[in-house]
């Protein structure tokens, strides 16, 4: 069972959100949906995913904060100057200011942290600027925008020529017969990444800007 170790109700977004113990990292709760894959534990989940960008190095986007377990990681990397990271829910923020497990997001000098949409934010980076990106947005339900063509154009732009682009996807609608990944491979081509792949370890797509 897992045991709440922060929880709050905000009137200003009528949400509940409760951060709880895994058998490793903290998991956030936003009204009872997890927000991070637990199955093989949160901590797991975030290694899987850094790791897609190997050789780590650079200014690195990483596009959705949430409690900044992927950015904290990857700015650990010796090779990495610089991390990029927003969060759009400020009770997000504060749920990760009392985990312990998140203390890095606010110490880290290499963290550039901001409570905005990466939506709107990462149009004021100029042409390839990142050397890679780690997306992995909030379901397809709560953050559509953040699937779309208009975004993956500017993921693209904002890419180096070379650089890598992680793309944590699920597979919602898989029971239902929607090849949701396989649509998601078809937008990224259509903005300008090629040699991309399903990575299943991961429940994401690896691409790589021409």
Request: aromatic share 12%; with cysteine; proline share 5%.
């Amino acid at each position: 069972m897992q045991d709440s170790i922060f929880s709050f109700f905000s009137k200003d977004t009528n949400k509940f959100y409760n951060l709880v113990s895994t058998k490793d990292w903290p998991c956030l709760q936003i009204s009872g949906i997890r927000m991070h894959c637990i199955k093989d534990g949160v901590k797991a989940s975030a290694i899987a995913m850094a790791s897609q960008l190997n050789p780590l190095k650079g200014t690195i986007l990483d596009t959705c904060c949430g409690l900044g377990y992927t950015a904290i990681m990857i700015a650990s990397h010796s090779n990495v100057e610089k991390v990029f990271t927003f969060e759009i829910d400020a009770n997000v923020l504060e749920i990760a200011k009392n985990n312990p497990f998140s203390k890095g997001l606010f110490e880290n000098k290499k963290i550039f942290l901001e409570n905005k949409n990466v939506f709107e934010a990462i149009k004021k980076f100029p042409d390839n600027f990142f050397d890679r990106i780690l997306h992995d947005p909030p379901t397809f339900a709560l953050a559509r925008e953040l699937y779309g063509r208009p975004f993956y154009t500017e993921l693209c732009r904002t890419l180096k020529p070379g650089g890598i682009l992680f793309h944590y996807a699920g597979s919602p609608g898989q029971k239902r017969g929607i090849d949701f990944q396989g649509n998601t491979i078809k937008r990224l081509e259509e903005t300008g990444f090629l040699q991309i792949k399903k990575i299943p370890e991961a429940q994401g797509i690896r691409a790589v800007k021409k």
